[in-house]
């Protein structure tokens, strides 16, 4: 059993930066996958960014690839979203996931992650 619990979210003007963390209580947490999903008022949830077991696989969503940077550190069982140059378009509540295993092809898909934080809110001024 893994639980995930998010921080760093909050209001920030556009063109700012703001850091999330996901720290996870568990087992083995350096074996799972671990994604970023954001879901605004009235949308789906989206994925924004995943990184593999090691840290050296990466996977964006091509709206904020170049913006944000997802990284891990296993020994603090904890997963970063580094987002930068930030935009009113990004504001969403951010969730964090974390499933053992996920095929390349799936990364992006909600329904594959078996854990989930309860999200931190990140608000974007114009």
């Known amino acids: 059993q893994v639980q995930l619990v998010e921080s760093g979210g909050g209001l920030v003007q556009a063109g700012g930066s703001l850091r999330l963390s996901c720290a996870a209580s568990?087992?083995?947490?350096?074996?799972?996958?671990l994604a970023w999903f954001r879901q605004a008022p009235g949308k789906e949830r989206e994925f924004v960014a995943a990184?593999?077991?090691?840290?050296?696989?990466?996977y964006y969503t091509d709206s904020v690839k170049g913006r944000f940077t997802i990284s891990r550190d296993n020994a603090k069982n904890t997963v970063y979203l580094q987002m930068n140059s930030l935009k009113p378009e990004d504001t969403a509540v951010y969730v964090c996931?974390?499933?053992?295993?996920?095929?390349?092809?799936?990364?992006?898909?909600?329904?594959?992650?078996?854990?989930w934080g309860q999200g931190t809110q990140v608000t974007v001024s114009s």
């Open positions: 996931a974390g499933v053992w295993t996920v095929s390349v092809n799936v990364v992006r898909i909600p329904a594959e992650y078996k854990y």
């Open positions: 568990g087992y083995m947490f350096s074996m799972y996958t």
């Open positions: 990184v593999g077991r090691n840290g050296g696989s990466t």
